[in-house]
């Protein structure tokens, strides 16, 4: 055996002993990523079954520590490969990995074509209505993102009905946050607070943390549409928490953004806190390259001069 085959057995094995969602096995692999990047190199190269296995064993922590570079890379050489095995059910699934970073990237465009592929390999397996409501979710970012909201709300509805029967958690959640979401977008508050309590409710009943914090994040910012701007600050500090539970640098960001916000609102940013909550969400965003970055900075600059 050469020496790059035993990197990436070395690489499989520990990606795979440490691929269950625990802070310690995350900070192992932090600990090991340059090891784990040189295996990569090689397992791409290799079976698809391997490549696939290690695909989905890296998922959540590439997607929580914000290695969407890596993930995008990581995914790309997977669907090539799953194509060329015709192992078409992990090439739509990789190619939906792919949209979803795109997604957090605030890309649309780049989302509908990560949808049309995963479509098209899913179309050539018998997934079934599980794939569609996937699909139709991804479609519904994408329209989102590119502004097209009624192309947005009928996707989004598509994969929500698949989801309410049998509930699927994460689907629901998903999907109500969504269409919640391209409420808010269209100024429909009402509705929008609506769609966004009744996923929280789901969430809250499920004990699913990643639902809670993403329907507070939600509701906090829906608040701050409104003037509500002491709800906000509050719904903000109570999403907090679930979202560093989670270790996702992109929800700590949109509440650490949105609770400076609020004090701005109530004319509060010489408030230490503001510039700490505003600085914080300043430097993850920045490191993420995420759309509200220059609304951010801004508001940092204000936060400072009102402190300084």
């Given at each position: 055996m050469g020496t790059g085959d035993r990197l990436a057995d070395l690489t499989y094995n520990l990606v795979l002993e440490n691929s269950s969602l625990k802070e310690e096995n995350f900070e192992c692999?932090?600990?090991?990523?340059?090891?784990?990047?040189?295996?990569l190199s090689v397992l791409v190269r290799g079976q698809n079954e391997r490549l696939q296995k290690i695909c989905d064993a890296l998922d959540e922590f590439l997607n929580q520590t914000a290695r969407w570079d890596e993930q995008l890379a990581l995914c790309a050489n997977?669907?090539?490969?799953?194509?060329?095995?015709?192992?078409?059910?992990?090439?739509?699934?990789?190619?939906?990995?792919?949209?979803?970073?795109?997604?957090?990237?605030?890309?649309?465009?780049?989302?509908?074509?990560?949808?049309?592929?995963?479509?098209?390999?899913?179309?050539?397996?018998?997934?079934?209505?599980?794939?569609?409501?996937?699909?139709?979710?991804?479609?519904?970012?994408?329209?989102?993102?590119k502004q097209e909201y009624p192309a947005a709300l009928e996707a989004f509805s598509q994969a929500l009905a698949f989801?309410?029967?049998?509930?699927?958690?994460?689907?629901?959640?998903?999907?109500?946050?969504?269409?919640?979401?391209v409420q808010r977008l269209m100024k429909n508050y009402q509705i929008a607070k609506g769609h966004f309590e009744e996923a929280l409710q789901i969430a809250r009943n499920a004990a699913s943390v990643e639902g809670i914090a993403a329907c507070l994040g939600n509701l906090a910012k829906l608040a701050l549409d409104q003037g509500l701007s002491t709800e906000a600050e509050r719904l903000a500090l109570e999403a907090l928490p679930s979202a560093t539970q989670l270790g996702r640098q992109d929800l700590i960001a949109e509440d650490c953004?949105?609770?400076?916000?609020?004090l701005d609102q109530q004319n509060l940013l010489k408030q230490p806190?503001?510039?700490?909550?505003?600085r914080r969400a300043v430097d993850i965003l920045k490191k993420l390259r995420l759309p509200d970055l220059a609304?951010?900075?801004?508001?940092?600059?204000?936060?400072?001069n009102a402190v300084g």
């Open positions: 692999l932090r600990d090991a990523w340059t090891l784990i990047e040189a295996g997977a669907e090539k490969k799953a194509v060329e095995v015709g192992d078409f059910k992990n090439a739509g699934m990789r190619a939906y990995r792919i949209g979803w970073i795109h997604n957090l990237r605030g890309q649309g465009g780049e989302v509908l074509v990560a949808a049309d592929r995963a479509a098209e390999h899913w179309g050539k397996t018998q997934s079934g209505a599980w794939t569609r409501a996937l699909t139709d979710y991804l479609r519904g970012i994408g329209f989102r993102l989801y309410r029967d049998p509930a699927d958690i994460g689907g629901l959640t998903g999907a109500l946050n969504e269409i919640g979401e953004y949105c609770y400076a916000r609020a806190e503001a510039l700490a909550y505003c609304d951010a900075e801004a508001l940092l600059r204000k936060c400072q």
